[in-house]
């Protein structure tokens, strides 16, 4: 991986990425994967501290909001006054939480190590190398004192890896300013990725008859109501699969759990599913469920004793930037520019940027240090160096060329 600036920076932007800090941004990484802040269980105060204290020291404003109980959300900005204007603004878009370690790591995980080029430990790519690229990318702004013709901010969110409260929390709130585009710092291997699927959470109660299992005719099974309603999801995941989009392949279903029944002498009376139903940029999971509901009704699996309620528990838009945006330009130029792979795609996972696009109408784009696939919730996490600097100069490039005064 090549870290050798090509000759479309100019001199002055030289300058400014020469300001980034090897050393700095590997120690901030690490500070931030041994500060933890597993999620579920709401552990985040530590990694806000931790972000808080290198915002202070690198002399960048520090804003924290709270949105439940010791889990606030983080700002972080130039200081106000000097080059940054007032016109709109380039926002970096992270999450201070972590999916839990859990077992068979050949090292601690808490506990960061430099090994062979690479910082190990959980969160590294996941995102918090892609948090310290940012605040010294920003750092370096600082420094240089370079006009910019709006501020650059850093939005950290709470709760990304479970219910999205830090994200929902912000968007309610608002930015409070125009920003020309957002940046969301997550593992992409560099690659500037202008499209995300959403997610949705189904959650489906299924009630029957009860009866003994001797004559089951005499009741009405919720299992075998499932089964059929399941049959359903398994040809809407295939019908969906013959026609995938360029970027984005096809919106899929998994089953995640299902949990039905009390003895094996009975005739089932409940059954309940919890289903992951990934969502394309503009679909609506309230019109996915009702449109599934539909469906069972006319496939005669509610009626004469089964009844059919569902939920969507959790949602989560995607999105989708037009490649020939000024915003995926400068990311993607700037990329390549500092000597990054590049390459312009989409991502089939979700992220807390489909909400900035939707709710708020930023254009968004994402790019960061990590593999989402190798490395992100993966045992012995790990990112490497060389990207975490590469991502820390395409952000500062990036900054100066979509903010120009």
Excluded at 9 to 36: H, M
Excluded at 59 to 80: F, I, K, M, S, Y
Excluded at 262 to 271: G, K, P, W
Aim: net charge negative.
């Amino acid at each position: 991986m090549s870290l050798g600036l090509t000759a479309d920076c100019t001199p002055r932007e030289r300058e400014v990425l020469d300001l980034i800090d090897r050393g700095d941004l590997v120690g901030l990484t690490r500070t931030l994967v041994d500060a933890g802040g597993e999620n579920p269980g709401g552990t985040e105060q530590q990694v806000v501290r931790a972000l808080q204290d290198a915002a202070v020291i690198r002399g960048l404003q520090v804003r924290t909001d709270l949105v439940a109980q010791q889990r606030p959300n983080v700002d972080v900005e130039l200081p106000p006054g000097g080059p940054v204007g007032e016109g709109p603004g380039l926002l970096f878009l992270g999450h201070s939480d972590v999916v839990p370690a859990g077992p068979g790591w050949s090292r601690p995980p808490f506990r960061s190590v430099v090994v062979d080029g690479r910082v190990y430990g959980r969160g590294a790519t996941d995102m918090k190398g892609g948090l310290a690229a940012v605040l010294v990318a920003m750092d370096a702004l600082r420094r240089a004192g370079v006009p910019l013709a709006g501020p650059v901010r850093l939005a950290c969110t709470v709760d990304e890896e479970d219910l999205g409260l830090g994200i929902r929390h912000l968007t309610r709130r608002g930015l409070g300013r125009a920003f020309a585009g957002c940046v969301v710092a997550e593992p992409t291997d560099l690659q500037t990725v202008v499209a995300c699927r959403g997610d949705a959470y189904l959650e489906l109660e299924i009630t029957g008859v009860p009866a003994h299992s001797g004559r089951p005719e005499d009741g009405r099974n919720a299992i075998d109501a499932a089964a059929r309603l399941l049959a359903l999801v398994r040809e809407d995941h295939a019908a969906h699969a013959r026609d995938p989009d360029p970027l984005l392949g096809s919106a899929t279903w998994n089953v995640g759990r299902i949990d039905g029944g009390r003895a094996t002498s009975m005739v089932a009376a409940q059954c309940r599913l919890w289903l992951d139903r990934r969502i394309m940029p503009g679909e609506d999971p309230a019109v996915i469920l009702s449109e599934l509901l539909a469906a069972a009704d006319r496939a005669g699996i509610t009626g004469d004793g089964i009844s059919l309620e569902g939920a969507v528990t959790m949602s989560m838009p995607g999105f989708r930037t037009p490649v020939e945006h000024p915003l995926v330009s400068a990311v993607h130029g700037a990329v390549l520019a500092v000597g990054g792979p590049g390459g312009i795609g989409g991502w089939t996972a979700a992220c807390d940027g489909g909400f900035i696009a939707q709710d708020l109408g930023v254009p968004t784009v994402v790019m960061g240090p990590g593999g989402l696939h190798d490395q992100a919730h993966q045992v012995d996490e790990s990112v490497g160096v060389d990207e975490l600097v590469l991502a820390a100069r395409a952000y500062v490039l990036a900054a100066l060329r979509l903010l120009p005064v």
